[in-house]
């Protein structure tokens, strides 16, 4: 018998390619106060875990 396959890997089919519900949490910066996804530094003014960790960007490009 070959290995049963997880359900990780059963789940992981075309099919379940979907695209996830955006995950966003506020900007840790009370200045800031956006949307941005959890563990990962603000997209709109670079805070993560209360400092700077990439220059601000303003929002575009
Ligand atoms: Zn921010």
């Given at each position: 018998?070959?290995?049963?396959?997880?359900?990780?890997?059963?789940?992981?089919?075309?099919?379940?390619?979907?695209?996830?519900?955006?995950?966003?949490?506020?900007?840790?910066?009370?200045?800031c106060?956006k949307?941005?996804?959890?563990?990962?530094?603000?997209q709109h003014c670079g805070?993560?875990?209360?400092?700077?960790?990439?220059p601000p960007t303003g929002g575009d490009t």
């Amino acid at each position: 018998m070959q290995h049963r396959k997880s359900r990780s890997r059963t789940h992981h089919r075309r099919a379940h390619w979907k695209a996830t519900a955006p995950a966003l949490t506020t900007c840790a910066n009370p200045a800031c106060g956006k949307a941005t996804p959890p563990h990962h530094a603000c997209q709109h003014c670079g805070f993560y875990r209360g400092r700077r960790v990439l220059p601000p960007t303003g929002g575009d490009t």
